[in-house]
């Protein structure tokens, strides 16, 4: 069999459009690389512009200075412990609140869909919110960090979307013939037949919650409930303080150690996403193409 003439002008074609997607893909690539060779390098050869392309005088004492801070290691804690129960939860809910939402036969499904959508548009506002959290008790509990924003409505849509377009009705009629229910049939059917849509959920989620700095920062003041990202604000603001506070001939140490801090904070608040996120990258993708068509 013959394989297909490449013609000219389709050669011309695949270079221009290789060409192009090198240099975003170099642009968008570098300063990820900036950012981990500035954190092994010398804070004085990073800001006079004397690296480019490898790490210059080779140190890792921002790491160490990282990670003297206890605070870090707490941070670390509360995060992935956040992180997991949060998106566990968030995962449950919404593929409930989705399941029902894709039933033909649920009455007042249009309405239902019209008033859990109206928070997309319009908010109560925060200082509402946080009242409500303070009525609750709430505040200043590990429980905060896992109920607020326990479900995200663009993911119902998505997750409704998927059950609509990849589960037949015709499954559960059968199930219901032989005495399921819909709990029976959630369950047992529906949650092992969308194990790609839960993990495309698992993801966002889990994103959400290890940079979830906002809702720490309001909603906590015990420095052991806090959260990873607001420890290391907390490390960069100390930083600065003592800078104001010094005298003059202690200014440049001071900037000099503030300037090793910065990026491996970054590297260290990002690394595990970082690690993680090519493993997953095939669900986020198909989670976009999912929630490109509204059903």
Same mark, same amino acid.
């Given at each position: 069999?013959?394989?297909?003439?490449?013609?000219?002008?389709?050669?011309?074609?695949?270079?221009?459009?290789?060409?192009?997607?090198?240099?975003?893909?170099?642009?968008?690539? $570098?300063?990820?690389?900036?950012?981990?060779?500035?954190?092994?390098?010398?804070?004085?050869?990073?800001?006079?512009?004397?690296?480019?392309?490898?790490?210059? !005088?080779?140190?890792?004492? !921002?790491?160490?200075?990282?990670?003297? $801070?206890?605070?870090?290691?707490?941070?670390?804690?509360?995060?992935?412990? #956040?992180?997991?129960?949060?998106?566990?939860?968030?995962?449950?809910? %919404? @593929?409930?609140?989705?399941?029902?939402?894709?039933?033909?036969?649920?009455? !007042?499904?249009?309405?239902?869909?019209?008033?859990?959508?109206?928070?997309?548009?319009? %908010?109560?506002?925060?200082?509402?919110?946080?009242? +409500?959290?303070?009525? @609750? !008790?709430?505040?200043?509990?590990?429980?905060?960090?896992?109920?607020?924003?326990?479900?995200?409505?663009?993911?119902?849509? +998505?997750?409704?979307?998927?059950?609509?377009?990849?589960?037949?009705?015709?499954?559960?009629?059968?199930? =219901? @013939?032989?005495?399921?229910?819909?709990?029976?049939?959630?369950?047992?059917?529906?949650?092992?037949?969308?194990?790609?849509?839960?993990?495309?959920?698992?993801?966002? #989620?889990?994103?959400?919650?290890?940079?979830?700095?906002?809702?720490?920062? +309001?909603?906590?003041?015990?420095?052991?409930?806090?959260?990873?990202?607001?420890?290391?604000?907390?490390?960069?603001?100390?930083?600065?303080?003592? %800078?104001?506070?010094?005298?003059?001939?202690?200014?440049?140490? =001071? =900037?000099?150690?503030?300037?090793?801090?910065? #990026?491996?904070? +970054?590297?260290?608040?990002?690394?595990?996403?970082?690690?993680?996120?090519?493993?997953?990258?095939?669900?986020?993708?198909?989670?976009?193409?999912?929630?490109?068509?509204?059903?």
């Amino acid at each position: 069999m013959k394989s297909l003439k490449i013609s000219k002008g389709d050669r011309i074609f695949d270079i221009i459009n290789y060409s192009i997607l090198t240099i975003v893909f170099i642009i968008v690539l $570098y300063p990820l690389y900036f950012i981990v060779i500035a954190s092994v390098s010398n804070p004085t050869l990073v800001n006079n512009g004397a690296m480019t392309l490898w790490p210059k !005088g080779f140190m890792l004492d !921002g790491y160490k200075k990282v990670f003297e $801070y206890v605070d870090v290691w707490v941070g670390y804690r509360n995060t992935i412990f #956040y992180t997991v129960i949060g998106t566990i939860l968030n995962v449950f809910v %919404t @593929m409930g609140v989705a399941y029902t939402l894709s039933r033909k036969n649920f009455l !007042g499904k249009g309405a239902l869909m019209t008033y859990i959508m109206i928070p997309m548009f319009f %908010t109560g506002g925060l200082v509402p919110t946080f009242l +409500i959290v303070k009525k @609750m !008790g709430l505040y200043n509990t590990p429980l905060v960090m896992i109920i607020i924003g326990a479900i995200n409505i663009f993911n119902v849509i +998505i997750a409704r979307t998927y059950i609509q377009g990849t589960i037949p009705e015709e499954l559960y009629e059968s199930a =219901q @013939m032989d005495g399921c229910n819909h709990f029976t049939f959630f369950f047992r059917i529906i949650l092992p037949l969308s194990s790609s849509i839960i993990a495309v959920l698992t993801l966002y #989620y889990a994103v959400d919650h290890w940079n979830d700095f906002f809702n720490s920062l +309001i909603y906590l003041s015990n420095k052991n409930l806090f959260s990873l990202q607001l420890v290391l604000r907390g490390i960069l603001i100390q930083s600065n303080i003592q %800078t104001d506070m010094l005298q003059a001939e202690d200014v440049v140490r =001071q =900037q000099y150690e503030a300037e090793l801090l910065k #990026y491996a904070l +970054i590297i260290v608040t990002s690394l595990p996403i970082l690690v993680i996120y090519p493993f997953m990258q095939k669900y986020f993708v198909k989670g976009v193409m999912i929630g490109s068509v509204k059903g």
